[in-house]
């Protein structure tokens, strides 16, 4: 019995704890959590974060912040504890019907996933049939036409056959970046020299984050086949390497600018502009000018801020000096006034001209002068390869 009372009391400590807390930034926190964290790691550690400091489940926020957790690990290819966040999401009340199509999406695909241990093809199909249901009533047709996908997939019979071509393409398109790349390896030369073949594995090493042999597969076949895409897809191992190494940024730019180059003249002025900003990024991050730039804006910033409190301790040492000169007409009209009133005038005089010639000097920087002297050179620069690099285009 008294087992049960004391039982009784922390269910009540826990609720009323509950209760008390403040939930009136919940909604904002949420938002932080998901969108200003760039990476799926980064987000998942913010979300658990946030379901730590925000216990209420009933909460349309901490039941939003679960959804998005399963989501997260799912991107992270974590798919137990997606199925595990995401069946546990489910138990904490509605969510609305668009939301929780795409849920059962989620783990339609994490139990669809046949390189997964967890694979179980009838629970799978379970949680399409309600994704396909609850997408009906919102009309989500991405989510219905997803999911009609992965249930043809799952349910309807194999090819009889496949080309090595075929069957590597619906490795990628499937996700399975190493199946492909053992696939690949394991066919002969006359598969491995076919360009469709050869670009899927390629794709695939990349998105393994193998980037040496990557690298190597791109440049052969951009040797073979001018297209943007391929020195697009160089520039971005670069720019993996240059993370490590800053001799590499050279190179992602050249070969960014490359990309741009062959995309204009492929009619893609979307991929030609996107390809033109990164060239310019990669010489910006090889002199640091991002980090330079917020330094300044920080010091720019820092002197706004003592500006402003300076132009009030010289005001208020004026009011200061104003109000002593009248006590002093005032007090002292037809006799002289004692030598250390005149020296307490004066030291509120000096205080207002060292104000004023620190507010005077206090203007310009040599942050900022040094900023526009390294953006001239960053241009420059951007301009001066831009036209080695059209004249190599042209004279290839």
């Given amino acids: ?76 290819k974590d798919y137990a504890k997606a199925i595990k966040i995401g069946e546990q999401t489910f138990t904490l009340g509605s969510l609305g019907s668009g939301e929780e199509a795409r849920l059962n999406l989620v783990l339609a695909n994490s139990y669809g996933i046949k390189s997964y241990s967890g694979f179980n093809k009838s629970t799978a199909l379970k949680y399409i049939t309600k994704a396909i249901s609850l ?25 009889r056959k496949m080309t090595p071509e075929q069957k590597i393409k619906t490795n990628y398109s499937d996700g399975e970046y190493r199946k492909a790349i053992g696939y690949y390896n394991s066919l002969g030369e006359t598969d491995k020299n076919n360009k469709e073949i050869k670009k899927i594995y390629a ?12 690298l190597s597969t791109f440049l052969a076949l951009y040797k073979n086949d001018s297209k943007g895409l391929f020195p697009k897809y160089i520039g ?35 991929n030609q502009k996107i390809a033109a900003g990164k060239a310019k990024v990669e010489i910006e991050n090889k002199y640091g000018y991002k980090a330079k730039y917020n330094k300044y804006k920080a010091e720019i910033k820092k002197k706004k801020s003592s500006s402003q409190r300076n132009e009030k301790a ?33 030291k509120l005089e000096d205080k207002v001209n060292t104000l004023s010639s620190s507010s005077s000097s206090s203007t310009g920087s040599s942050l900022g002068k040094n900023l526009l002297e390294l953006r001239k050179k960053i241009d420059n620069e951007y301009s001066s390869l831009l036209l080695k690099t059209e004249k190599k285009i042209k004279d290839k």
């Fill in 236 to 270: 971005d191992i670069y720019s993996e390497k240059a993370k490590r190494n800053k001799k590499y940024h050279d190179l992602a730019a050249t070969f960014y600018l490359e990309a741009s180059i062959l995309y204009k003249k492929e009619g893609s002025s979307a």
């Fill in 135 to 159: 997408a009906k009533e919102v009309n989500d047709k991405n989510v219905i036409a997803t999911a009609q996908k992965l249930k043809k997939s799952l349910s309807g019979p194999p090819p």
């Fill in 1 to 76: 019995m008294k087992k049960f009372v004391t039982s009784l009391f922390l269910v009540f400590i826990l609720t009323a704890f509950t209760f008390t807390q403040d939930y009136s930034n919940a909604g904002m926190d949420y938002t932080k959590a998901l969108y200003e964290n760039k990476t799926v790691s980064a987000r998942i550690n913010a979300l658990k974060k946030y379901i730590a400091t925000y216990t209420d489940t009933s909460n349309k926020f901490v039941k939003l912040a679960y959804y998005q957790l399963a989501i997260n690990y799912f991107e992270n």
């Fill in 314 to 346: 010289i005001r208020d040492a004026k009011r200061a000096l104003r109000k002593f000169k009248r006590y002093m007409r005032k007090t002292y009209r037809d006799v002289q006034a004692p030598q250390y009133e005149y020296d307490k005038l004066t």
């Fill in 203 to 214: 794709y695939s090493l990349f998105k393994e984050k193998k980037y040496d042999t990557a």
